[in-house]
């Protein structure tokens, strides 16, 4: 299983957003989403995303998404299953909101290091890191990546203490677009 952890220091911890832009660029997440599940007619399966915002009014907020069979999701309403998700937080439990979709308040770190101590293997995007082409990849793997603010200082040097710093080449990309180059190199790989 593929995990990716995208962070977000300005996106919504709340339901009642109505402009994308104002919410912390809601839409960027919305694009990661996207890039992380959606295939032309199919959907990936073999993916679980991790989205932790930090903004107001209420972070940090973790949200779980995995495509189950179950899960009627549509390109056009991604915000609108991120606004239902966040809408369903109740304090201090992990509640699952639709089939595969969880939401809990949780710090990146505290994501991370849980995913760390279950074994899996945990990549930093970073453009100084490792040429991802080149990188040994296990079966169970996450990839950790900012929104266009990046990670905090603070957090990435706690967090490389745990991960691995990986490039996908000489540019920086959207974040959707690191995402989806991520998923085709694994495709490759068969992993």
Do not use: W
């Amino acid at each position: 299983m593929r995990h990716f952890i995208y962070f977000s220091k300005s996106a919504a911890t709340s339901g009642n957003f109505t402009d994308l832009m104002k919410a912390g660029r809601m839409d960027i997440a919305i694009h990661v989403v996207i890039a992380s599940f959606f295939l032309s007619h199919d959907f990936r399966k073999d993916a679980k995303l991790h989205l932790v915002f930090y903004g107001m009014p209420d972070p940090p907020k973790h949200i779980e998404i995995q495509v189950k069979d179950e899960l009627e999701i549509s390109k056009k309403d991604v915000g609108g299953l991120i606004k239902k998700i966040l809408y369903k937080y109740k304090e201090g439990k992990k509640t699952e909101v639709l089939p595969g979709c969880f939401v809990e308040k949780k710090s990146l770190l505290k994501v991370a290091e849980e995913l760390s101590e279950e074994g899996k293997e945990i990549f930093i995007l970073d453009k100084k890191g490792e040429d991802i082409r080149n990188a040994k990849i296990s079966d169970d793997c996450v990839f950790i990546l900012g929104d266009h603010e990046g990670i905090p200082v603070k957090e990435m040097k706690r967090l490389k203490q745990i991960a691995d710093p990986i490039s996908v080449g000489p540019r920086v990309y959207f974040a959707s677009q690191v995402v989806a180059v991520v998923n085709n190199e694994l495709d490759r790989r068969g992993i």
